[in-house]
C-alpha cells in the first residue's frame, strides 16, 4: 500500500501540490438481523480504495479512486490537483496549518474475539434465539435482531514524512420488540435503540450483552408500555439513563464545540453553533460538577471514537471541553486550531471511507463521572421521572433547543422507583439544560456508548463516536411537550 | 466511466463463475459512480472533491437460503470471493420455504435522464459559478454557503435465469444558505440537466430572503395556519410513505394498519408514486429487477393502494408493483418517485389569503415521536416569516413543531402545483406548497 500512496504524493507535488495526505483504507463489512424468526439481512461486503487530498495555490482539492494501478493513482492525484487549482479560483486567503510531526507507526484496536472468525452460524443462531424469546411474549407484534461487524485498516501517508497504519475492529449487536395495540405503537430495545450497542472491540462486545437474557424482559415491557400511564406534562425533575444521557451530550455538547460549524463551514447544512469564538473560557456551559472531555486515547475506552491518530496524521488527544462547568475547548483539525489560539490541532479528522474527504468529527465525547450510586440518587429523589432508551431525537441548527423521548420512562416517588409511564419526552435550551444538573452517578454506572450513525459533511458521511455517561439528574426541566396537544 | 459493454461483461464473468459453484441461481448487481462536489463556506470555497467508484453486488440463492456479498474488486479471483462469501452466508442460516426463485427476463419502459452536459461540468465551472454567487454575497454584505455538485451514476443487473437491465443518470444539484448577521436563508435545487436551474437564481433568491429574515421577533408557541414552501412539504411527507410499503403493514408497524379504505387525509390530497413522470429520476426497475408500476397511493385522501416487492405480492395474492429492495432485507419495499396531485394555488395567493400565519422556508432535523398518529418533531430553519393581513410583516424566530402528518393532511386549506423540490431529510420528490391551518409549533428557540 505504501508504493500507491508514494505514487500519489509525488504525482501531486509534480503537479504543483505544496501539501498531499493519502489514505489507502479497505473496509470488511458484515450485517446479519432477525425479523420475526426469519433471517432479514445476511450480507458482507468488501470496499478499498484511495483517496488524496493535496494543498495547491493555497486551497484544497480531493479526489479518490478505486483503480488501484499505476494508471488509476496518477489520474486520481493530477485529479486532486486539477481540483485545488480551480478552487482557487474562489478563495479569500491560502489555508495555513498548523505544525505536526511526522509519525511512522502502526496500531490495531485490541479485541479478543475477531467477529469475521466467529462461525456464522453461532452469529444468526444466537440473534434467532434472542428473537425467539421476544416473540414468546403475548402483545409483541414484531421482534428485531441485529450484529454488524467492521473490520477497517488504513494506511496514511503525508508529504511531511508520516506513514501510520492503523486496523480497527468494531462490533454492533441489539435487539427490539415492538407491539401495536389499539391506536399505539410502543418499542423496547436493548441495551440500546437504534442497533443497540457499538464499541470498538471483537465479539466479546456481544457476548458481554447476554441478549438472551434481557430478550423477554424487552418484550414485556414493550407490550406493558400500553397500559401504562401516559407521562405527565410538567416542569420537573428528570433522571435520564446512561444511553439516552450519551445521545444528549451528542447533540448538545458534542456538535456545538465543532470548530467548522462554529467557522461557518456547516452552515448550509449541518448548522452552526451557538458556541462563538467569545464563548471559549467565558461561558458557564453547566453545573459545577459537570466535566466533560473529548479524548481518543484508548485508555479512555473502546468508543467508536478511539484511534491512535486521526486521518490527518495528528495522535489522539484528550482534550477538556468542560471543566468545573466552565467551558474550555473545541475540536480542532489543522487547519482550524490557530483561529483559537492553539498551537496544534486536537486531532478530530476523521473520515467515514477511503472516497470522503477527513472533516472535524467527534472523537468520544464523555461525561466524566460523579459521586453517586445510582441507588443513593432515586432515594435522594423526592419526585421525577426517570427516562430511559432513546426514542427520537431532535434539536435545532445552532444546538440551543432540542427535544427527545424515550422508549420508557419510571416514576420516582419519595425516593423510590414506581410504576412504569409511557411516551415520556424532555425538552429545553442546551445551557439551561446542563446547567440544571445537581447529581452525577459514579463510575460502576459509567458507560462507553457508541453512536454509529452521526452524520455531517456534504457528500454526507456516517460516522461512529463515543459517549460516555452515568445516570444524572436535572432539574426544572420542561416535561411532555411532545405529546401535548397544546 | 465504463460503458454497459463493461458492466454487462462482469455481469456474465459473475454468472459463469457462479456456475462452477454450489450456487442455485445467482443474481449480480453493477453501480458505477462518478461524481464531484464543490462546497463553499464564508465566501469561498473550502472543500472540494470527486470520487469514482464500482462496486459489484452478488447474491446466491442455494438449497432455499439466500445471501449477498458486495466487493469494489473485479479480477476474476476477486469476483470468485465474492460468490463464495455469498454461499458461505447463505449455507448458514436455515432454510427458508417462501424464499421466492429469481424474476425471468422482463421488459422495461425507457427512460432517458444522462445528459451529457451534465457529465461534462468541470471543477472549473462549478468553481466561476460558486464565485459569482459568493461575489454576490459580498456585494449584498451577506455570507454565503453551500455546495454545487454534479456527477453519474450507471446501474446494471442481471440474474442466472436470462434477467438484464441497466439505467444511467446524470445528477446536478445546488444548494446555498445565504446568512446576513444572525438571520439566514437557503434556496436550493436539482434535475439529471444541469440547465433546469441556474445558481445565481437561487443566490439571488436567497439572499434576498435572508434580509428579510434579519430582526427576527419572538411570538409565543401556539397553533398557527402556516404556508408550507415545497421543500418544506417534501421534508416533512417524506417521513410517511415507508408506511405505504405492504411489508410494513404486515410488520404492524405501518400508521395505515386499520385505516386503508378510509378517509384518512383532506379530499384534496392524492399521491401517487410516479418513477416515469418528467420530474422524477431513477431507475425504471427495483432490487430484484421488476420493472416499476405507478401506483395511486391515495386517491382525494383515502390510502388505496399499497407497493408490494414479489415476496409481499405473493403473501398478499398480489402483483408485484417493482418497488423491493435488494434482497435479502427486512424492509420489504417503499414507494421513492412521490408525485402529488398539487393545485393552483400560488405562494402569492396563499399569503395574501392568510389572516396571520406563517411563512415557513424549510425544516429541520425531522424525527418520528409516535410512529401511528405519525406525530413529527423538528424545527423552522433558514427563514420563518409572518404573514398579517395577507402581506409578509417581519420574521419570526425559529420554532419546534410537535405535528401529526395525518392531522396536517386533513387541514390543507391550499395547494399549490406540485414542482420538483428538494429538501435535507427526505428524497426529493413533485410536491406543491400548502397552506395548512392549526399546525402545532410547541417551543421557541433563541434565534
Known amino acids: 500500500m505504501w508504493d500507491l500512496s508514494t505514487q500519489a504524493i509525488d504525482t501531486a507535488q509534480l503537479r504543483g501540490a505544496s501539501y498531499a495526505d493519502v489514505r489507502v483504507m479497505h473496509i470488511r463489512q458484515r450485517d446479519l438481523t432477525t425479523k420475526n424468526g426469519q433471517v432479514g439481512t445476511l450480507a458482507q461486503a468488501e470496499s478499498i480504495g484511495l483517496g488524496i487530498r493535496v494543498l495547491a495555490n493555497g486551497a484544497w482539492g480531493f479526489s479518490s479512486t478505486d483503480r488501484l494501478t499505476r494508471e488509476g493513482i496518477a489520474a486520481c492525484a493530477a485529479q486532486a490537483v486539477f481540483i485545488a487549482k480551480a478552487s482557487a479560483l474562489a478563495k479569500r486567503g491560502d489555508v495555513v496549518m498548523a505544525a505536526e510531526d511526522a509519525y511512522i507507526d502502526s496500531w ?13 452460524e453461532t452469529q444468526l443462531e444466537l440473534l434467532l434465539a434472542a428473537d425467539a424469546a421476544m416473540r414468546g411474549v403475548k402483545g409483541v407484534t414484531l421482534t428485531e435482531t441485529g450484529m454488524q461487524f467492521r473490520k477497517i485498516d488504513s494506511w496514511f501517508s503525508s508529504s511531511i514524512g508520516s506513514r501510520i497504519h492503523q486496523r480497527k475492529v468494531i462490533s454492533g449487536c441489539g435487539i427490539a420488540a415492538t407491539s401495536f395495540q389499539g391506536d399505539e405503537i410502543q418499542k423496547r430495545s436493548y441495551p440500546n435503540s437504534f442497533g443497540g450497542q457499538h464499541t470498538l472491540q471483537g465479539y466479546e462486545l456481544v457476548e458481554s450483552l447476554e441478549l438472551l437474557k434481557h430478550a423477554p424482559r424487552v418484550a414485556e415491557e414493550a407490550a406493558a408500555l400500553h397500559s401504562a400511564a401516559q407521562c405527565p406534562e410538567r416542569t420537573g425533575t428528570v433522571v435520564l439513563g446512561a444511553s439516552q444521557l450519551g445521545l444528549q451530550i451528542h447533540e448538545s455538547i458534542g456538535h456545538p464545540i465543532e470548530l467548522d460549524r462554529v467557522l461557518g463551514q456547516e452552515a448550509n447544512f449541518a448548522g452552526t453553533s451557538f458556541l ?71 486531532g478530530t479528522m476523521r473520515t467515514e471511507s477511503w472516497n470522503r474527504l477527513p472533516i472535524i468529527r467527534m472523537t468520544n465525547i464523555s461525561l466524566l463521572p460523579g459521586t453517586w450510586s445510582f441507588d443513593d440518587l432515586v432515594a ?56 440544571s444538573c445537581d447529581a452525577i452517578c459514579k463510575f460502576d454506572q459509567w458507560t462507553l456508548w457508541g453512536t454509529p450513525n452521526c452524520g455531517k459533511g456534504q457528500p454526507m458521511q456516517t460516522m461512529g463516536t463515543g459517549h460516555g455517561a452515568s445516570p444524572a439528574r436535572f432539574r426544572n426541566i420542561r416535561i411532555g411537550a411532545a405529546f401535548s396537544n397544546q | ?138 456585494k449584498k454584505g451577506q455570507v454565503a454557503a453551500g455546495t454545487f455538485s454534479t456527477g453519474e451514476n450507471h ?130 426497475f427495483d432490487g430484484e429487477g421488476i420493472p416499476r408500476q405507478r401506483v395511486l397511493l391515495v386517491d382525494r385522501g383515502i390510502p388505496k393502494n399499497l407497493v408490494y416487492a414479489r415476496s409481499a405480492a405473493k403473501r398478499a395474492r398480489k402483483r408485484p408493483t417493482g418497488h423491493g429492495f435488494g434482497l435479502p432485507n427486512e424492509y420489504g419495499e417503499a414507494p421513492m418517485n412521490l408525485v402529488f396531485s398539487g393545485g393552483d394555488a400560488s405562494l402569492e395567493n396563499m399569503i395574501a389569503s392568510t389572516d396571520r400565519g406563517l411563512l415557513v422556508t424549510r425544516l429541520w432535523y425531522i424525527r418520528e415521536v409516535d410512529p401511528y398518529e405519525k406525530v413529527m418533531t423538528g424545527m423552522t430553519r433558514d427563514g420563518l416569516f409572518l404573514v398579517e393581513n395577507g402581506r409578509v410583516t417581519s420574521a419570526v424566530r425559529n420554532f419546534r413543531f410537535n405535528q401529526s402528518l395525518i392531522e396536517m393532511l386533513r387541514n390543507v386549506e391550499l395547494l399549490g402545483p406540485a414542482v420538483r423540490a428538494t429538501g435535507e431529510e427526505a428524497f426529493e420528490m413533485v410536491v406543491p406548497a400548502m397552506k395548512v391551518r392549526n399546525f402545532h409549533f410547541s417551543e421557541v428557540t433563541k434565534f
Not at chain 1, 297 to 322: K, M, N, S, W
Not at chain 2, 98 to 112: E, G, T
Request: hydrophobic share 35%; charged share 25%; net charge neutral.
Open chain 1, 108 to 120: 490495531q484496536s485490541p479485541f479478543r474475539k475477531d467477529p469475521f472468525e466467529i462461525p456464522l
Open chain 1, 276 to 346: 462563538t469564538l467569545d464563548k471559549l473560557n467565558n461561558l458557564r456551559y453547566a453545573s459545577d460538577i459537570v466535566n466533560v472531555v473529548a479524548d481518543a486515547r484508548i485508555d479512555h475506552g473502546p468508543g467508536l471514537g478511539t484511534f491512535a491518530y486521526d486521518d490527518e496524521g495528528v495522535p489522539a488527544q484528550c482534550t477538556d471541553i468542560i471543566k468545573e462547568g466552565q467551558f474550555r475547548g473545541y475540536l480542532s483539525n489543522r487547519e482550524t486550531a490557530h483561529l483559537v489560539g492553539l498551537q496544534r490541532s486536537s
Open chain 1, 380 to 435: 435522594d429523589t423526592d419526585d421525577a421521572i426517570l427516562m430511559e432508551t432513546n426514542r427520537s431525537w431532535s434539536i435545532d441548527d445552532r444546538r440551543y433547543q432540542f427535544q427527545f423521548s424515550t422508549e420508557i420512562g419510571w416514576e420516582i416517588k419519595g425516593g423510590k422507583k414506581r410504576r412504569m409511564l409511557k411516551n415520556p419526552s424532555y425538552s429545553g435550551i442546551t445551557t439551561e439544560f446542563w446547567n
Open chain 2, 1 to 138: 466511466m465504463n460503458d454497459f459493454s463493461t458492466h454487462r461483461r462482469i455481469i456474465e464473468t459473475v454468472l459463469r463463475l457462479a456456475k462452477s459453484t454450489a450456487a442455485d441461481e445467482t443474481e449480480v448487481h453493477v453501480e458505477e459512480t462518478s461524481g464531484a462536489l464543490t462546497r463553499f463556506a464564508n465566501n469561498a470555497i473550502h472543500q472540494n472533491v470527486a470520487e469514482q467508484g464500482l462496486t459489484v453486488s452478488i447474491r446466491t440463492i442455494v438449497d432455499h437460503r439466500t445471501a449477498r456479498a458486495t466487493t469494489n474488486r473485479v479480477d476474476e479471483d476477486s469476483l470468485r470471493g465474492a460468490i463464495e462469501a455469498s454461499l458461505s452466508l447463505a449455507h448458514s442460516q436455515p432454510k427458508d420455504p417462501r424464499l421466492l426463485p429469481l424474476p425471468c427476463r422482463q421488459r422495461y419502459r425507457k427512460v432517458n435522464r444522462f445528459i451529457k452536459r451534465t457529465a461534462d461540468v468541470s471543477p472549473e465551472d462549478r468553481a466561476r459559478a460558486v464565485g459569482r454567487v459568493c461575489d454576490l454575497a459580498v
Open chain 2, 155 to 284: 446501474t446494471a443487473m442481471g440474474n442466472s435465469r436470462g434477467l438484464f437491465a441497466s439505467y444511467r443518470e446524470t445528477h446536478a444539484e445546488f444548494s446555498i444558505t445565504m446568512q446576513e448577521s444572525a438571520a439566514a436563508s437557503w434556496a436550493k435545487a436539482n434535475s439529471a440537466n444541469i440547465r433546469d436551474f441556474d445558481p445565481q437564481k437561487l443566490a439571488a433568491l436567497a439572499s434576498e430572503k435572508a434580509h428579510l429574515a434579519t430582526n427576527a421577533r419572538e411570538l409565543p408557541p401556539a397553533r398557527y395556519t402556516v404556508i408550507l414552501e415545497p421543500a418544506a412539504v417534501l421534508d416533512l411527507v417524506g417521513f410517511l410513505f415507508y408506511d405505504f410499503s405492504a411489508t410494513a403493514l404486515e410488520d404492524k408497524r405501518s400508521c395505515l394498519n386499520d385505516r386503508m379504505g378510509k378517509q384518512l387525509f383532506g379530499k384534496n390530497i392524492s399521491i401517487s408514486d410516479d418513477v416515469y413522470h418528467p420530474q422524477q429520476l431513477g431507475a425504471p
